[in-house]
């Protein structure tokens, strides 16, 4: 069976959204299946792909063809689809190299004859491929448009397109946020999402684990994180040299690092090996002193996600072998994005509360780790660009200095890790600001160990304020974030 996946994009109303595109060619049969979209549309789409493909001057294919389109449930007008369709069909049938799929995405409709056409909001899929970390796209030709960051591939029909692939042409010239010694992925990249970006400098400024839930570009903003993170010390930097150095990529480098296994990585993946006298560091060590981000975490093994407690509260990994036992660092800042439901948020989805909590109890053993949950929309193209990751990055280094400064002489360095002893005493809030939590904590609304977690965001939130001490706004505030509750 041949498999070749492409990459694409639609806009919804004002917003748009990454589409994956799979193509499986299996011996056997001669259908066309297109799944992922309403009926009445595949139609349309399966003759004007076979139509222009053959018109075009290439053998369709004598394999049985599935198409799969992801997320599923997109609605009717996704002609923008395609040339991404065609383009994984030839790839799976030999006739493009499957690695000119791996960074290009491709927007158009087609004709009958193999012309692309142009396509509604060209510019907002665009832009949402750029932010998704897409480097080149193939797009109708006379339609670049200026203002969008990236390799424009602009082809009048589908024969030249190919015959591009097909050429040696050097790969596209990396933006500047690819590069390693350039400015990292910038937040101006992400328009809107108001709760979720503010929601990443509370928990970058105090060092909170955080919950994104919704459809919207989780991975993103999880790439950004380490953007606003102040970089590591000279004591943080040995140690995740000394981690890296055990893999065939070594690392030196001063920003703190972003792990994010995908949930089909086995738990020795994750958590690391011990064999024969040899250490092979897993995700939780590969994200020490940064960022562990599991995407559509409610899917991770059940082992991966009672596992991770562990490193949670002791900071480090023990890993036991025929030879002893071992531990190794893994202190990181845990950043889990969901949908709010197994079917990501679909047209066709009709679940209900009941199966949205169930979904999303899969994360309850980790409940009581995360101290924020923020919603997360679609990228919305007409939403003004937002601040910049330096802008943020100098509120949250200012935070942190606070929060350094008052810990001084303890081993506690951020919010998160002041403890419980020390809450109650140095850093006693005073009784008008305790007093919202003091309802929750009678109605039994609120463990002690949850209000711990409040009171740490509560001095997070007036370190960012530069304020002396929380006040009452600020315990309300914490309680929103810590309950998911719009600000
Ligand atoms: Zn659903």
């Keep these: 069976?041949?498999?070749?996946?492409?990459?694409?994009?639609?806009?919804?109303?004002?917003?748009?959204?990454?589409?994956?595109?799979?193509?499986?060619?299996?011996?056997?049969?001669?259908?066309?299946?297109?799944?992922?979209?309403?009926?009445?549309?595949?139609?349309?789409?399966?003759?004007?792909?076979?139509?222009?493909?053959?018109?075009?001057?290439?053998?369709?294919?004598?394999?049985?063809?599935?198409?799969?389109?992801?997320?599923?449930?997109?609605?009717?007008?996704?002609?923008?689809?395609?040339?991404?369709?065609?383009?994984?069909?030839?790839?799976g049938s030999g006739k493009i190299p499957l690695k000119r799929l791996s960074h290009t995405a491709f927007l158009g409709e087609l004709g009958l004859d193999g012309a692309i056409r142009q396509i509604r909001g060209l510019s907002c899929a665009m832009r949402t491929l750029v932010t998704s970390g897409i480097r080149s796209i193939a797009i109708p030709r006379g339609h670049a448009s200026q203002e969008i960051r990236c390799a424009v591939i602009a082809a009048g029909s589908l024969t030249e397109l190919v015959d591009r692939l097909n050429s040696d042409a050097p790969a596209p010239a990396p933006t500047p946020s690819d590069s390693t010694r350039g400015p990292a992925l910038d937040l101006t990249d992400l328009p809107g999402n108001h709760a979720a970006r503010h929601a990443l400098e509370v928990c970058a400024a105090g060092g909170h684990h955080l919950l994104l839930i919704g459809d919207g570009p989780a991975t993103m903003l999880a790439e950004r994180l380490p953007g606003i993170l102040p970089p590591l010390d000279d004591a943080s930097l040995a140690e995740v040299a000394e981690i890296y150095a055990l893999t065939e990529t070594p690392r030196r480098r001063r920003r703190p690092p972003l792990c994010a296994p995908h949930y089909t990585n086995t738990a020795a993946a994750i958590f690391g090996r011990h064999a024969a006298g040899r250490f092979r560091p897993g995700a939780v060590s590969l994200a020490h002193a940064g960022v562990l981000f599991l995407d559509q975490a409610p899917e991770y093994a059940r082992s991966v996600l009672d596992g991770l407690r562990m490193p949670l509260e002791t900071g480090e990994i023990v890993l036991a072998s025929w030879q002893g036992v071992m531990s190794v660092p893994a202190r990181f800042q845990l950043l889990l994005a969901s949908s709010p439901c197994a079917c990501s948020g679909a047209n066709t989805c009709r679940c209900g509360p009941v199966e949205r909590h169930r979904y999303l109890n899969r994360l309850a053993g980790l409940r009581e780790r995360i101290e924020i949950i923020a919603p997360i929309d679609p990228i919305d193209c007409n939403a003004q660009p937002g601040e910049p990751s330096s802008t943020v990055a100098d509120r949250v280094a200012a935070a942190r200095a606070r929060a350094a400064h008052r810990l001084a002489g303890t081993p506690w360095r951020t919010n998160a890790q002041i403890p419980p002893s020390e809450l109650r005493t140095s850093h006693r809030l005073d009784a008008d600001a305790l007093d919202p939590l003091e309802s929750h904590l009678h109605a039994g609304a609120l463990t002690p160990s949850t209000l711990t977690r409040i009171l740490r965001l509560a001095w997070t939130l007036a370190d960012l304020r530069a304020a002396h001490r929380p006040t009452r706004d600020d315990t309300q505030h914490a309680l929103r974030l810590w309950h998911g509750e719009p600000a």
Excluded: C, K
């Design 1 to 91: 069976m041949a498999f070749a996946a492409a990459s694409s994009a639609i806009v919804i109303g004002l917003s748009g959204h990454p589409v994956r595109i799979e193509a499986r060619l299996s011996p056997g049969g001669h259908g066309f299946h297109l799944t992922g979209l309403p009926d009445t549309t595949a139609a349309g789409i399966r003759d004007r792909v076979r139509a222009a493909i053959v018109n075009s001057g290439y053998d369709w294919p004598p394999e049985r063809i599935t198409v799969t389109v992801l997320p599923s449930g997109i609605p009717a007008y996704s002609s923008a689809l395609d040339v991404a369709i065609a383009v994984a069909i030839l790839a």
